[in-house]
Nanobody, 124 residues
Framework: QVQLVESGGGLVQAGGSLRLSCAAS????????MGWFRQAPGKEREFVAS????????YYADSVKGRFTIFRDNAKNTVYLQMNSLKPEDTAVYYC?????????????????WGQGTQVTVSS
């Protein structure tokens, strides 16, 4: 089992940057593929990015491709989401998620463990 804690959210102007972090408990972090999702008020949770256990493969939603980068540091049990060129439509609560496999997915139900979320607000 793994516990996830996100941090790094906040208020930023459009065009700005933020880096989210997701710290995982336990000694088996490298056994988990990881994902970032987000949920805006009144909307369903949606996929943002995912990364395989070693970090060798990543996948992005079209809406963030070229602006966001997911990466991980297995020695620090942490996965990151670097967000650049932020837009007001990126405003949401951002969640990290984990699944004990090397196959990444865009589907919410695929992931077994979730953090509590961190708020990102982008002002215009």
């Amino acid at each position: 089992q793994v516990q996830l804690v996100e941090s790094g959210g906040g208020l930023v102007q459009a065009g700005g940057s933020l880096r989210l972090s997701c710290a995982a408990s336990g000694r088996t972090f490298s056994s988990y593929a990881m994902g970032w999702f987000r949920q805006a008020p009144g909307k369903e949770r949606e996929f943002v990015a995912s990364i395989t256990r070693s970090g060798g493969n990543t996948y992005y939603a079209d809406s963030v491709k070229g602006r966001f980068t997911i990466f991980r540091d297995n020695a620090k049990n942490t996965v990151y989401l670097q967000m650049n060129s932020l837009k007001p439509e990126d405003t949401a609560v951002y969640y990290c998620a984990a699944v004990r496999t090397n196959t990444i997915s865009t589907m919410v139900r695929y992931y077994d463990y979730w953090g509590q979320g961190t708020q990102v607000t982008v002002s215009s």
